[in-house]
């Protein structure tokens, strides 16, 4: 596979992501809140609508949901995930609780892309990394093993447990984080696959001040994956 990569300007920082998620899927500037309330009573087409048009089942992908989000009638998934769905049995790690990897793991189980099936479009808006980003999951090299009631062996979840970062000083974890996140993504396009598929990474919003320090930029990375030269 190749990458290519590029900066996009969020309309939120360091946090009210949903805005940014959103503003993806509609193509609109949602950096004023309103926006959204006037495109809920509106019939302009989405990125779901678009491609559920061309024939792709869609899915949304919600780990950190655990309660009723009426407004997704509007976008018209054919299929939707929230953190209940997804079964997960493993330990609980940190306020949002599902670990990412075991997400695009479980993904993956429920809903096998085989050459035989249609073709999907999957919005996943991850969650491990968000903020207070911490305790940062260990990483499962063995993906059957990551969907199991005990992903992890004893001392690295122990280890992972012991981490005391706190509030006021979250910039070592963040880039922990962030690190952990490149391991599965890394890992899973590791991953055999039934046939080929086009990865689109996209930072929803810088992380806060005290992170991201002072006057740091809105814009946010984009990475596109694929193993199509044409596309690249």
């Known amino acids: 596979r190749q990458v290519v990569s590029a900066f996009v300007r969020s309309p939120t920082f360091g946090g009210a992501s949903d805005l940014a998620h959103l503003g993806l899927l509609s193509g609109i500037d949602l950096s004023d809140p309103v926006r959204h309330d006037l495109?809920?009573?509106?019939?302009?087409?989405?990125?779901?609508?678009?491609?559920?048009?061309?024939?792709?089942?869609?899915?949304?992908?919600?780990p950190a949901l655990s309660w009723e989000w009426p407004e997704r009638a509007y976008y018209g998934f054919d299929k939707f995930f929230d953190g209940p769905h997804l079964g997960?049995?493993?330990?609980?790690?940190?306020?949002?609780?599902?670990?990412?990897?075991?997400?695009?793991?479980?993904?993956?189980?429920?809903?096998?892309?085989?050459?035989?099936?249609?073709?999907?479009?999957?919005?996943?808006?991850?969650?491990?990394?968000?903020?207070?980003?911490?305790?940062?999951?260990?990483y499962q090299a063995d993906w059957t093993r990551v969907l199991s009631p005990e992903p992890y062996d004893d001392a690295d979840l122990a280890m992972s447990l012991a981490d005391k970062s706190h509030w006021a000083a979250m910039l070592p974890a963040y880039g922990g984080m962030i690190e952990y996140t490149y391991r599965w993504l890394a890992g899973y396009l590791a991953q055999p696959a039934a046939r080929d598929y086009v990865m689109i990474l996209l930072g929803d919003h810088q992380p806060a001040a005290s992170v991201s320090g002072p006057g740091a930029p809105w814009d946010v990375p984009v990475h596109l994956v694929s193993s199509n030269p044409a596309l690249i």
């Open 39 to 62: 495109l809920l009573t509106s019939q302009r087409p989405t990125l779901i609508s678009l491609f559920h048009q061309r024939g792709y089942q869609t899915i949304g992908l919600y």
């Open 88 to 138: 997960y049995r493993g330990p609980r790690l940190g306020f949002w609780g599902i670990p990412d990897q075991f997400t695009v793991a479980r993904i993956d189980q429920m809903l096998p892309a085989t050459p035989g099936s249609p073709a999907q479009f999957l919005f996943f808006p991850t969650i491990t990394s968000h903020l207070p980003f911490h305790p940062i999951p260990p």
